[in-house]
């Protein structure tokens, strides 16, 4: 089983729409969860960490549910310059503070 | 300034070749990392450096040896390569707060 699962997409949103990302890991001892963006033929870049309490930076929210063990996403009033694959990042310090990516989910936002 | 750098942008070389990948930190970090970005998009980590010690040494083939002459670089050595080698390779280091920060990345084609 992969450490982190991410559902693919693509997703496919008219500008203004909200949508949601959710990603699962499969180790509960994991202890730091970040969400990364990254464009076309680019680095990954931190969009935001996420917090047990959840934590929320302007047009995105970002959720943690350790008992089912997933993260979530959600990008309110989406604009064009949303449009690329977010990446789900765990981090497990029993495994010596190594990171494990999701797959990304590609999010397309539509004129 | 760029944070991490590395060089160089786009390497082009024949199967069986041995090729070198530069990486350099200017934000002060102690841990440093190399990925590698498959044609699926998958990021896979391969090696991590704290202070210039070994810490993660994933499954990756001994033709693969990182090298740290200081904190603020990690170099990869890529010897004998293979087809299955061409992929982008991300070098990244790490912050306080355990988020990470990447360079631009390597994009190697072995033919």
């Known amino acids: 089983r992969k450490e982190v699962e991410q559902d693919p997409g693509p997703f496919n949103v008219p500008e203004g729409a909200t949508v949601a990302f959710n990603c699962t890991y499969s180790?509960?001892?994991?202890?730091?969860f970040f969400w990364y963006r990254q464009d076309c033929r680019k680095e990954p870049k931190l969009l935001m960490s996420?917090?047990?309490s959840g934590n929320e930076d302007g047009r995105f929210t970002a959720q943690l549910n350790r008992a089912s063990q997933y993260i979530s996403l959600l990008i309110r009033d989406s604009k064009l310059s949303d449009s690329a694959t977010y990446l789900c990042v765990v981090n497990a310090l029993h495994t010596g503070n190594q990171f494990y990516f999701g797959t990304g989910t590609s999010l397309t936002v539509i004129p | 300034d760029t944070a991490v750098s590395q060089t160089p942008k786009y390497l082009v070389t024949q199967m069986g070749n041995d090729k070198s990948i530069k990486c350099e930190q200017n934000?002060?970090?102690?841990?440093m990392y190399w990925y590698k970005q498959d044609s699926k998009k998958f990021l896979k980590i391969m090696f991590s450096?704290?202070?210039?010690?070994?810490?993660i040494n994933e499954t990756v083939p001994n033709r693969f040896s990182p090298k740290s002459p200081d904190k603020a670089h990690l170099n990869l050595h890529i010897n004998s390569l293979e087809l299955g080698d061409s992929a982008v390779y991300f070098c990244a280091s790490g912050g306080t707060y355990n988020e990470q920060f990447f360079g631009p990345g390597t994009r190697l084609t072995v033919l």
């Open positions: 450096y704290n202070n210039k010690e070994l810490i």
């Open positions: 180790n509960s001892a994991s202890q730091s």
């Open positions: 996420v917090y047990s």
């Open positions: 934000l002060g970090h102690d841990t």
